[in-house]
């Protein structure tokens, strides 16, 4: 199933990536979405190339009834995304992917993050796949509207914690 989900921040793409880099940002994004934080990793400076590992974990409640029967009791999400240097107009892609614990739902994609007026615009492009036999498309076309979602809950927290802090 196809992804395509954008959304606006109100703030420049660096200071964008400095809270995508902040151990506190994510964990305050995890919270804002229900969730909590279980592990963070950064490789590299995120003043040029670099890679951040999440792991967040969604409670039962928060998942959707189709995939709950495939969990017991937390949702462990682990998420990968490769950020390329600045390009030379200052954007950043990142190549990601997001596991779903013992779901057998992947993402991948590509997230574009450029600068649109004083803000950035994230664009986040992919697929989402399910290895379920039978049910797998059906599970991947639920999931992308809720995962599109997470992009433009993602994109109001980082503009809140930025406001904030």
């Known amino acids: 199933m196809s992804l395509d989900a954008t959304a606006t921040i109100d703030a420049p793409v660096d200071t964008v990536i400095r809270a995508f880099t902040n151990r506190d ?11 909590s934080l279980d592990d963070f990793r950064i ?7 670099f890679t951040i ?3 967040r974990a969604v409670a039962e409640e928060r998942i959707p ?17 490769h950020w390329a240097a600045p390009a030379p107009d200052g ?27 004083d803000g950035s615009t994230l664009t986040v492009t992919g697929n989402v796949t399910s290895g379920i036999s039978f049910l ?5 076309q639920m999931a992308e509207p809720v995962i599109a979602k997470a992009v433009r809950l993602q994109a109001t927290a980082v503009a809140r914690w930025i406001r904030e802090h």
């Open 25 to 35: 940002f994510q964990q305050y994004a995890g919270a804002a979405a229900g969730g």
């Open 53 to 55: 590992a999440i792991v």
């Open 136 to 140: 797998g498309a059906r599970i991947a």
């Open 91 to 117: 954007s950043r892609t990142s190549e990601v992917s997001i596991s779903f614990g013992s779901v057998p739902l992947k993402v991948t994609g590509t997230e574009r993050l450029a600068a649109a007026g």
């Open 65 to 81: 009834d189709l995939a709950r029967s495939f969990i017991r009791g937390r949702l462990l999400l682990s998420q990968e995304e």
């Open 43 to 49: 490789d590299g400076d995120p003043a040029g190339a």
